[in-house]
């Protein structure tokens, strides 16, 4: 297959390369990498640090990330990442599922002096016919569903003055909306897979074997051959 070299490709660069990771030369790179397709744009991104609160931002979560490399949880992430960037308020924008989660998640960032806000998805209780869900494409037909309200769980956690918002089980597409809606800084806690225990990336560790379902017809195409190093490269 040709490769096109009109949009970045990162997922294609060889693990025998990885020039940025490395701190080498871009020209090093395959002829997709970003540096070569749009050096503009990753100008313009690098220009963004020099804004003080993007600087701020972005130095306190890489000190936490050293910090608790491979020791802290996630949870534990986002508490020393909000303390270091002096939140007071956090929100917490759970799925109606994941309300027992919620409850400690609550206790857990109350005993570290927080306030926190929750909102689960069903609150406004909206019929999903009133969107123009059909009862036969309701997950119960027959009965009431409300509709997920990530516009709302947004809405109210921008009213009450919330600094960081953690997502929570949030259905894919649900959450889209929250990130949309949402004024403050947000994070996700849990990524929701009801099939996969809310673990979705062991659907790609397994993706060649017992999920291999995930394929479409097109599998070939989309596992392009890795270019060899030093050929096929954008001048």
Request: charged share 25%; aromatic share 6%; proline share 6%.
């Amino acid at each position: 297959m040709s490769i096109k070299y009109e949009d970045p490709a990162c997922a294609y660069c060889p693990p025998t390369l990885r020039a940025c990771r490395k701190g080498e030369s871009a020209a090093r790179g395959p002829g997709f990498c970003p540096a070569k397709v749009d050096p503009q744009a990753l100008a313009d991104a690098r220009a963004r640090y020099e804004e003080p609160d993007t600087c701020k931002l972005s130095r306190e979560a890489a000190v936490v990330e050293s910090e608790g490399y491979c020791r802290w949880t996630r949870v534990e992430e986002i508490v020393q990442f909000a303390k270091r960037m002096g939140f007071r308020k956090i929100g917490i924008a759970n799925c109606i599922s994941f309300v027992d989660h919620a409850h400690v998640l609550t206790g857990i960032l109350e005993s570290h002096g927080f306030d926190v806000v929750s909102v689960a998805c069903k609150t406004g209780n909206i019929p999903k016919e009133e969107i123009g869900v059909a009862d036969h494409e309701k997950i119960r037909p027959g009965e009431f569903e409300p509709l997920c309200n990530p516009v709302a769980q947004a809405e109210l956690l921008n009213a009450h003055g919330c600094e960081l918002n953690v997502v929570m089980g949030l259905c894919v597409g649900h959450d889209s909306l929250f990130f949309r809606h949402a004024k403050a800084l947000t994070t996700v806690l849990v990524a929701k897979d009801r099939v996969l225990g809310h673990n979705p990336v062991a659907a790609l560790n397994l993706a060649d074997t017992y999920y291999s379902r995930l394929w479409g017809p097109l599998k070939a195409e989309g596992r392009r051959k890795l270019p060899v190093v030093g050929r096929q490269q954008k001048p």
